[in-house]
């Protein structure tokens, strides 16, 4: 039932783009996406809802397939602050609306000056 | 708007001594949820509150852990006779509904957690 992320790990230079992919077995209710720096809590970025919507905040937006279960976190003219691992979390189907979530292994993300 | 507090933010212990942790959730959150994480992984549920409710527990929960949110407001943890398995680090979390294309849904905002180490 774990969401699998790819890439593990990415290294960029300020400036680049970059997109990571969470892909679910299992229908979908949403997709959460975080970023988490070492030591320090999960940090929310964004949630989708089944729709196929694509939300956005700056920089950063994502999109949700529902169809294929796949969402995927686009990162755009990344900066040093984005450093840190991203992880999805998804809500299936069947939990409906608890909130309850089930993350994927995490993406490693670096970025270089 | 403050965010939800965890206390203490580490502790280290005995093995078989007891633990407890305390969340404070963002006020006006009536979902509260512990999560576990260990070093390398993604978080894992353990259970949730809906006010004082405790609607789902994780099989991850063993009987040696116990969660209640009394009056709906702050939760504890607790875990009894520790194991090293239990070393971790343990998330507080709690939720607000947004709505959007098909349904509604939770934002999930975590603590700062609290971390345990057990020798």
């Known amino acids: 039932q774990q969401p699998v992320q790819s890439p593990q790990a990415v290294i960029l230079r300020e400036g680049e783009d970059a997109v990571i992919n969470c892909s679910s077995s299992k229908a979908l209710y949403s997709v959460h996406w975080y970023r988490q720096k070492h030591g320090e809590a999960p940090v929310f970025l964004m949630i989708?809802?089944?729709?196929?919507e694509q939300k956005g905040h700056e920089k950063i937006s994502a999109s949700f397939n529902e169809k294929k279960q796949q969402s995927s976190l686009y990162l755009t003219a990344s900066q040093l602050s984005y450093s840190g691992t991203y992880f999805c979390g998804t809500e299936m189907m069947k939990s409906g609306n608890t909130g309850k979530l089930i993350f994927g292994q995490g993406t490693t993300l670096q970025v270089k000056p | 708007d403050t965010g939800v507090s965890q206390d203490p933010r580490h502790k280290i212990t005995k093995r078989g001594q007891n633990v407890t942790f305390r969340c404070d959730p963002i006020s006006e959150h009536n979902r509260l949820y512990w999560y576990r994480q260990t070093l390398g992984q993604g978080p894992e549920f353990l259970t949730y509150f809906q006010n004082e409710a405790q609607l789902e527990k994780s099989r991850l929960l063993s009987d040696r852990f116990s969660a209640e949110r009394p009056k709906g407001s702050f939760s504890t943890l607790e875990i009894q006779r520790t194991e090293q398995g239990d070393s971790a680090m343990y998330l507080c979390?709690?939720?607000?509904?947004?709505?959007?294309?098909?349904?509604?849904?939770?934002?999930?905002?975590f603590g700062e957690g609290s971390w345990l180490t057990v020798v």
């Open positions: 989708l809802l089944k729709g196929g």
């Open positions: 979390a709690s939720s607000t509904t947004v709505t959007g294309g098909k349904g509604s849904g939770n934002t999930i905002y």
